[in-house]
Each structure stands twice: as C-alpha cells, then as structure tokens.
C-alpha cells in the first residue's frame, strides 16, 4: 500500500519516510512508497541524509513481468486447457467446431497444436492439470520461480524481465521523526534583523553526487545481434571460440568451396603472413577429401570447378 500520493512535495514525503522507519527499520522503497517518482524519493533521501537522519543504499535488479497473453492464461487458464474443456464436454470436436466453440481463433489453434495432434480432437483422459497456468500464477504472486520454468516460459514470450531501481532505507544517527528547519541562503532582511546570528544554516556538501542519469545503451544494431544471439542459445546452439584471428585458406576459401582463380584470393583483398608459410593440413580427413573432390571433379550432385 502507498504511503504517499505522488504529486506531494519533497517536504511532506520526507516526514512520511521517517514515520515509515519509525515502523520497519529498515525499509524498501518500492514497497513502502511504489507510486512515487525516482527523482521525487532520492531528493528527499538526500534531504535526510545530508542531515544523518538516515542512510540508504541503490538496489538494482531484475523483476518477471508477465505479458498480456500471460494474463489472459492466469484470467482464464491456458490455451491447451480451454481446449480440453469443450472437447472433454462431448464426444469430439472437428477443429471447425472447436474455434466455434471457444469463440477465439488463435487460442483454438495454440490450444490444438499443443494438446493435440489429430483431425478430430477427443479428450482421451478425464481431466487435465494446468500447469502454465499455475506457474504463471506463482511468478505474478511470488515474483520469482525456478529457473527451469522461467526460461521455458521466456521462450514461449509469456513472460520478460524488467531492469527494477529502487532504494533501501535505513535509521541514520540522528533519526527523529520531525526535520528542524534549516536556512539556505543569507538575505538582506537577516542581516538587517541580525537573526542570522541565531539562525541554522543547512551545510554544504561538496561531496554529494548528482543523480545517476544512466546514460548510455545498446546500438540498435548489437540489440538486434544480442537478440538473435540469444535465439539460438535457446534453440541449444553453443557459441564457438571467436579468438581465432588468422585462419587457413582451407577454412577461409576452400571449405566454402570459392573456385582457385577467385578476386577474394588474391592479395589485395586477402592478408597472408609469411611465418609460418603454410597451414597444417586439418584432421578431419574425409572431409578434406570430400571438398578437394567437389573442387576438382563432382559431388553431392555439384559438377564441380573443373580446374582441368
């Protein structure tokens, strides 16, 4: 629950994070106070601190935020599960009826390519466990889940994860639970009632930092290849080692079978270094021997180079 509107000043929400730690010591700031603005809650931390009232620590993380289609399947349970129930009520649906059934499409589809795989689809048990459902349901109640199941989930795109700041909020030396007020400039009317004497000005602290402003991202393009990337993690690829800088002519040219008397072999596109002169010949045998016959006469239905 919010214990403070957002459009309130830095004054007010000061005395409300105060009165929060006079209740729970230490505290968060995206549960005790999640509607209000990062700038707003580090300005009056920073208030606070300055005086040693308090003392707080940027937490960053990632949360699970579930997506739309994963809060359709929470509201009303997973595609292959509403498939089951029509199905179940009768003796068989051909997959016409179904769609008109359910009365969506898509969910109709998804539901049938994960549960079944015949023409006419009959429920062949009496019920069935939704487990989607029931896994999504634990991530928006709990947060988190196990890994296993986040990641199936990541690549069904049910679910995604989103970068979360927030401040951890401790009792600094001098905690009280009002804020003695404290000048910030020296006027004329102070020093003609000389109560500048008597006044208490607010320190200056020359060491405070400014506001994270996080500048700075991905170049579309390294998105676009990090995202591509991922994809075939998740397909089970396993990345090979990139520090191989200086390669064979049988691994740049001939394996990718680019004829003897190709522009790309000659030296001014190709670097070639003179120690040492030549490569190893590759271990893998049978497959030398197979691109040295496709280059030189014909294989795998190629009429080869013909170099002769």
Do not use: C
Not at 4 to 22: P, V
Not at 203 to 227: C, I, T, W
Not at 271 to 288: N, T
Request: glycine share 4%; no cysteine; hydrophobic share 35%.
């Amino acid at each position: 629950m919010a214990l403070f509107e957002e459009d309130a000043s830095t004054e007010h929400l000061t005395l409300d994070i105060l009165r929060a730690l006079s209740r729970a010591n230490p505290i968060s700031s995206n549960e005790s106070f999640p509607s209000i603005p990062f700038a707003s809650m580090k300005a009056a931390l920073d208030r606070l601190a300055a005086r040693s009232m308090v003392t707080y620590q940027q937490i960053q993380d990632e949360e699970i935020s579930l997506e739309a289609e994963a809060k359709d399947i929470v509201k009303y349970g997973s595609h292959e599960a509403r498939v089951f129930e029509p199905v179940r009520a009768r003796d068989g649906l051909s997959l016409q009826q179904l769609e008109d059934e359910i009365g969506n499409m898509n969910v109709a589809k998804m539901g049938r390519n994960k549960a079944f795989k015949r023409k006419k689809l009959i429920a062949l048990v009496d019920t069935i466990h939704d487990t989607t459902r029931d896994q999504l349901q634990v991530i928006q109640e709990k947060g988190t889940h196990d890994a296993k199941v986040i990641m199936d989930l990541k690549k069904r795109r049910l679910i995604k994860m989103q970068k979360r700041i927030f401040y951890r909020i401790g009792k600094g030396p001098k905690f009280a639970l009002t804020v003695e007020k404290e000048e910030t400039d020296l006027t004329a009317e102070m020093l003609k009632s000389e109560s500048w004497q008597t006044a208490k000005f607010k320190r200056y602290n020359f060491k405070a930092l400014g506001m994270d402003q996080h500048a700075g991202s991905l170049h579309p393009l390294n998105k676009v290849r990090q995202e591509m990337r991922q994809i075939f993690f998740e397909m089970g690829f396993s990345e090979m080692p990139s520090n191989q800088f200086v390669e064979s002519g049988f691994w740049n040219f001939d394996s990718l079978f680019v004829p003897q008397q190709h522009p790309a072999r000659d030296l001014q596109d190709t670097f070639y270094i003179a120690d040492p002169l030549k490569a190893q010949r590759p271990k893998y045998g049978p497959y030398v021997d197979n691109v040295k016959r496709v280059h030189e006469r014909s294989k795998y239905g190629s009429i080869g180079h013909r170099y002769a």
